[in-house]
């Protein structure tokens, strides 16, 4: 056997790796991170499309392309081209025979021109009253017959696509084979309402009529869907005329259908239809705006296209209550933007699919959250991009490496030096004593120089509080996506590279409260009144001297002076500007936190000439410090503070 090898063609590459759904992750938690919900952020990635997969296209690429193909068919003609040819063929026929008559000087000629004189102006009348006439002219007679034909292919197309070559043989065996697939099919629509019809009745009536439908429908529900799509499509087609081709048109249909035989066998058929498939837009008129005169069947066509595009377009938009991307039809996006906009929206599909079977996303109650999972992600990422944006050489590790037998190794080893502590690394101690010739007489013979050491740091525990202001003005002023990001960031560094530290995060508005990690990437900030400051610094005292043998760290982000504070009875007490006994409290728990020994650095983002007298003052009395980050910086600047404070205090 011969084998041919060559590149797939029938959609995505089977043998591809699998989508990263980190990517979209992050590119989703930019989002989630600026207080948009895990819905609209997946929503919003879908219609992007794939991050670094630019030959992918997303939601908006394919509703882009819906909607420009709607504007050309719309631009694409007139629906009254049908009318227009029978009008023509109907006046060239007449004028053949005048052009017969008029040199015959007898009575029946001038009989006949009288008669043609006095055919009435509407087109299937005049066809009609000509139906039974005798014409003297070959010529027009053939003419006349060719408008029949016109007439019959154009209605029957328009019915069932892919008659006009059926019809184009006029043996009436071809006529009266359609006049018993139309019956075959209605008995077998009857019979499928009363429960009894399977699927070999349909493959039975497919064997002998299957050339007769282009579409190859698999199954009855199939062939039913393009049945109604295009009656549905005719309807609409006469909607969208004028009265007078309305009825012009009507009346030729149904002249047609009579003398083809047809006329009670469609009316079963367009009964039926309607009753399977009333959601159909049947008589809502389209504004087609084109200059070329369409016929009848492919103004149907178009039509058709029309109604598939805009459910297409409501489906792309995504924008209604509980959409899912399980909602858009693949058979339409294949008959309107081909075989590869399949394969793009399977891989959107795919991405919605493995966020939550990879354990990113879960649904609750209908819900999508993030998963704790996929919350530590974005604190990864957040935290990566922070350490981009740091200085070369400001990696900011706080080793000691004098720690003794009692560190934590390293993974290197150094010469010993007298005093050392460290364990003894043999393996790198016995290579240099070989090196330098202690292993000649078969036995190993070590100096003093030969001896390294193990490298080990000892990594002191530190209690870190960082307060995060959670007041409305943070998300008027656009810096509340950077605080949400700079405190996962700083969640993931100490829960990755100092486990022995003990952090918590607290937000504080007219209340303070202790923010979970879990909870952090989802966090909304709080339309209410105060900048309780004073509680946020009662909370973070309590973690401290839960610890009192750890370092105190302790870090502030706001962009507000306090204007809140706890009272007695719980209640948090507004006052704007801050009244005296807010500020006193404030400033009383910040000399708390001096005598606990802990450090606090504020994060200042604005520029309010209150804030900057507040923090001052804070700093004045603490010995913190005052930074003023843009919130582009803001997670670089309280990661690198954190670890100067954890590499300077030991």
Known sequence: M????????????????????????????????????????????????????????GLDD???????????????????????????LLDKAIGQERAELFPDPSDDARMREAELDSLPEDTASAIQQLSDYEWRSAAARQTFEELRALLRQEVLDSQFQGMRQALANPDPAAMERIRRMMSDLNDMLEKDARGEHTQEDFDRFMDEYGDLFPERPRNLEQLVDALARRAAATQRMLASLTPRQREELANLINQTLEQAGLAEQMRRLGEQLYARRPDLAWNTPERITGEEPMGMADAVTALAELADLTQLEAALRQDYPGARLDDIDEAAIRRALGRSAVDDLEALKRVERELEEQGYLVRR?????????????????????????????????????????????TGSSRPW????????????????????????????????????????????????????????????????????????????????KFPQDAVQIVGFSNYARVLQPDELAGLDWDMVQGTNLHHALLIAGRHLDRHPDFEPVVLVVTDGEPTAHLMRNGQPAFEWPPSRETLELTLAEVDKMTRRRATINVFMLAADERL????????????????????????EYVVSDFLRQRRTRR
């Open 612 to 635: 900057r007298e507040f923090v001052d003052e804070v700093a004045r009395r603490n010995g913190g410090r005052v930074f003023s980050p843009s919130a582009e910086r803001l997670g």
């Open 62 to 88: 394919m509703l882009r392309e819906v909607r420009r193909r709607r504007r050309e068919l719309r631009e694409r003609g007139r629906l009254d081209g049908t009318l227009e040819r029978a009008r023509a």
């Open 417 to 496: 030096r007298f005093g050392d502590e460290q364990p003894i690394d043999v393996v790198r101690t016995l290579v240099n004593g070989i090196r330098n010739g202690g292993g000649r007489s078969g036995s190993v013979r070590l100096s003093v120089e030969d001896f390294e050491v193990a490298e080990t740091e000892r990594r002191s525990a530190a209690a870190v509080c960082l307060l995060v202001d959670l007041s409305y003005s943070m998300a008027l002023r656009g810096t509340w996506a950077a605080a949400k990001e700079t405190a996962l960031a700083l969640q993931t560094l100490v829960a990755s």
């Open 365 to 409: 109650r209908g819900k999508l959250e993030l998963t704790p999972k996929a919350v530590r992600r974005l604190g990864e990422t957040a935290l990566r991009r922070v350490f981009t944006s740091l200085e070369a050489g400001r990696r900011g590790d706080h080793d000691q490496h004098d720690a003794g037998s009692a560190g934590e190794l």
């Open 2 to 57: 011969a084998y041919r090898y060559g590149e797939y063609h029938d959609g995505p590459d089977p043998l591809a790796p699998p989508y990263d759904v980190r990517a979209a992750l992050d590119e989703m938690g930019d989002a989630i991170l600026s207080g948009s919900t895990p819905v609209h952020a997946l929503r919003d990635l879908l219609k992007r499309g794939l991050p670094g997969r630019p030959d992918h296209r």
